[in-house]
């Protein structure tokens, strides 16, 4: 879905980037009111994870593969503004580090693959945990439905971009059943990793996902003949480890960009097949960082295949941690400098 230079023309392009703009300001206000201290250090690493599992693409057709776009996985671990930062700081690397995803195009990623899917993903898992049972397995369930419903609905706005504007003349009724059909197949990989992944840390640390907040009510004990609210044991009994979940988080990041990544079909996305079957592609320019060190997902001047394209994976995990965990922090900071007592008592 990383749209490239020259597919939407310039004042489009300048328009996505204003609304692309316009939703990272507000998600950087709204992230400070999700993050805490148990989601602040998930957050990167959901960003790094998430360029991790970008990198292995599955086929769904003949021809055709699909990968991870990360909008619902991040809204529903870390909260829909920040899943919005995170995944926006995962094709901001891409674009500048591997050329992948035009420079030009930027604005016009950030509203495709990390608004719409974040926003709709969140929407729909709302509404279905709020009619079904209170329990571990609906949060996997809704997470699941929440997935596979975000890749088309990106799909259906890079339709809608595309027939403002497009830079070929083709027939957008082809474009939109075309890109709808494939990506409701990629929706199912999407459904898959996303629920797995939730499933993952609901039944580890279920405090940790910000989607299953509120899941349990609480205990009420009677104390003086009034029921009161027993303390909850289990979070804070689970805070020691922040770091064996983080590390196992990193670790696996690692493991699956650096070696389970050369194994991913070499099958053009649905994008790039939709976009070469139905002409889209006719006025793709090439990619400002197209001599970059680590374009196309390849350690310049390191002839084996196998050790470039993990060397490149491991390294864009790393970079992506760092700016994602930075950003999360300042703003994690930013968040207990305006809660600080001092201000609460100047307020009052």
């Known amino acids: 879905m990383h749209v490239p230079d020259g597919f939407i023309n310039a004042p489009v392009s300048a328009a996505a980037g204003v609304v692309a703009a316009g939703a990272v300001a507000v998600s950087l206000r709204g992230a400070r009111r999700e993050l805490d201290e148990r989601t602040a250090p998930l957050a990167g690493l959901v960003a790094a994870f998430i360029f991790a599992v970008q990198m292995l693409n599955f086929p769904v057709a003949a021809g055709t593969s699909g990968h ?14 920040t899943g919005v930062l995170c995944v926006s700081v995962v094709l901001l690397m891409q674009g500048v580090l591997f050329a992948d995803g035009g420079l ?19 929407l729909v898992f709302r509404g279905l945990v709020k ?29 809608l971009i595309y027939a403002i504007g497009g830079t070929t003349d083709v027939s957008i ?20 990793i996303t629920a797995l992944t939730v499933g993952a840390v609901v039944a580890v640390r279920p405090d940790l996902v910000y989607g299953a907040r509120g899941l349990h009510r ?36 690692l493991v699956l960009a650096g070696f389970v990544s050369f194994y991913a079909s070499a099958d053009p996305d649905g994008l790039e097949k939709v976009a070469h079957d139905k002409g889209i592609d006719k006025k793709t320019e090439k990619h400002a960082s197209d001599g970059s060190p680590l ?30 965990s930075g950003i999360f922090w300042v703003l994690r900071r930013r968040r207990t400098a305006d809660t600080s007592p001092s201000q609460i008592t100047e307020t009052v």
């Open 68 to 81: 991870l776009l990360g909008g619902a996985l991040a809204a529903i671990l870390v909260g829909p503004c």
């Open 104 to 122: 030009t195009a930027l604005g016009v990623n950030i509203t495709d693959m990390a608004i719409t899917t974040t926003v709709v993903a969140y």
């Open 131 to 159: 009619v079904l049972p209170r329990k571990r397995r609906s949060i996997t369930v809704a997470s699941f439905v929440a997935a596979l419903l975000s890749v088309p609905a990106a799909a259906v706005v890079f339709t």
């Open 173 to 192: 009724g082809k474009v939109a059943t075309a890109m709808v059909g494939v990506h409701v197949l990629i929706g199912i990989g999407e459904a898959v």
């Open 218 to 253: 609480p205990l009420k004990l009677r104390v003086a003949g009034e029921l009161v609210d027993a303390p909850d044991a289990a979070p804070l009994a689970a805070r020691g480890s922040h770091r064996k979940v983080w590390i196992t988080g990193l670790v696996t990041s």
């Open 295 to 324: 374009a196309g997902y390849g350690v310049k001047d390191v002839g084996d295949t196998r050790l470039s394209g993990g060397l490149a994976g491991v390294i864009g995990v790393g970079v992506t941690v760092v700016a994602g």
